[in-house]
């Protein structure tokens, strides 16, 4: 996890007096045995040595020259464009201290390591004083990286950890919730749990996390699971994906408390949308069981496909005791139809689930009949069956839309294909959502919005199902800044991910396992 660095009020202060005392950190220099005014004249001829000189002069005062740190910092940076290791130890001492600048840590902490990888040997052994001396989080953060990356000592995990501790100790979150990850992963969860806990009364929403089902599963801590769901809850509300899974478990299990699909649904849907395999899972059974939502094999096999690469097992043996159930007719249906290409046999399969009142038995009977490949095809039919089905199913809404676009077995009717795809795109089929959304953004067939193309693709995307012509528009909807887009400012980020996208064929995955 990226550190955030910074100086607590009482480790600042202490670093500043320990800078006007020139003890034990001060701006490193050369010896020279020329005049001021020779020594200056090297500067700005170039030499870089002379310049680090002239800035420390500038930086404490000497003779004619004033203290002045921005003059300081601007020799100081000339002499660092020459590689100079203690004139950029120098900036980072500026930086650290915001003298001559405005304070800016991180950029402290970089010039130090570089300074450090060029050769300025004094800057570890003054911050170790400085740690000694004044407890600074700082000085402790910035040798925790040294000593955990090799930076100019060797790798020492065990000192890396003891200043990450300090700075812990000293107030800094992000130090508190690592100390506490490691300890844990140690087996410490004893330990851990003291510092999830300051990490979380600090605000930390990883520690809430950890420190809620730490005490919900009663591991370094007495088990009360009803304080475990108030943090989880806490975490969750600030979106933590982790969070999610977890109470989606909890409430799908009654684990704790009564069972509440309803819940588990919620939290499933929050933490699937943000790639959480485990809220993938529960979301597919809740749509396959209609457990907190309403029956929905469609969406219940795209959500079980989500998880063919994580959950395969899982998979085969759920299938395994369903062998003679309804979701396994409707899965073998499928198979049939999209890898077998055996239309007769699948509507075999999908008669079956139609006669268990299961809206997409009938969505893919109607599919099945209306499809060029199948040697008894009747168009009209299949769209007959697919209007009935679409009174309940959001799929059957969207195949339906196709065809009355094209006028295949029926008349043409735009208006009425536009209705039903709308009304299948509103209902979460992601295809009908990245066609509405190109229909938008070309306007074609509807007025062009930007902005609704957007939100529609959003919509698709959370779902892992986003089309090629899907990715490529919403990348233009980052270049023409569209409002909707709630990321805006990762726009560069978000553009080379979604340039990176591929069609998603995790159906088939997931039909390879089926027998």
Partial sequence: MKKVYFL????????????????PTKPATTEVKDSIAAVVEKAEKGDA??????????????????????????????SAQQDNCDAIGNMAMCYQLGHGSKQDSALAVSLYKKAIEKGNKGIIPQHETIVKNAGSVFSALLLHDCYANGIGVKKDAAKAASYQEIAAKGGHVESQYATALALLNNKQADKAIYWFKKASDNGHVGATYYYGNLTFNGMGIAQDKQKGIQYLSQAAGKGFTMAYARLAQI???????????????????????????????????????????NKDYYL????????????????????SDDKDGIYSQYIKGLKKYYVDKNYAEAITFFTKVDKAKVAEGKTML??????????????????????????ESNAAAYYLSSMYETGTGCQEDKAKALDLLKKAADGGIAFAQCKLGDMYMSGNGVTRDFTKAAQYYLKAEAQNHLTASAAKNLIDCYNKKVTALPDLDNSKERIAQLEKQKENNNLSKLLSIVK
């Fill in 49 to 78: 040595v002379a310049q680090n000189t002239v800035g420390v002069w500038h930086y404490t005062g000497k003779g004619s020259i004033k203290q002045d740190y921005k003059e300081a910092l601007k020799w100081w940076a000339r």
């Fill in 366 to 391: 109607g599919v099945c009949q209306a499809n060029r490949n199948y040697e008894k095809k009747n168009e009209k039919k299949g769209v007959k069956t697919l209007e009935k089905a679409s009174l």
């Fill in 8 to 23: 607590i009020i009482f480790a600042l202060t202490l670093c500043l007096n320990a800078m006007a005392d020139k003890k």
């Fill in 251 to 293: 409430c799908y299990e009654g684990d704790g408390i009564e069972k509440d699909y309803a819940k588990a649904f919620g939290f499933a849907q929050k933490g699937a949308a943000k790639n959480n395999q485990t809220c993938k899972w529960i979301l597919a059974m809740c749509y396959i069981n209609g457990n907190g939502t």
């Fill in 300 to 319: 219940g096999t795209q959500w079980l496909a989500e998880t063919a690469n994580t959950h395969s097992k899982e998979i085969a043996s759920f299938l």
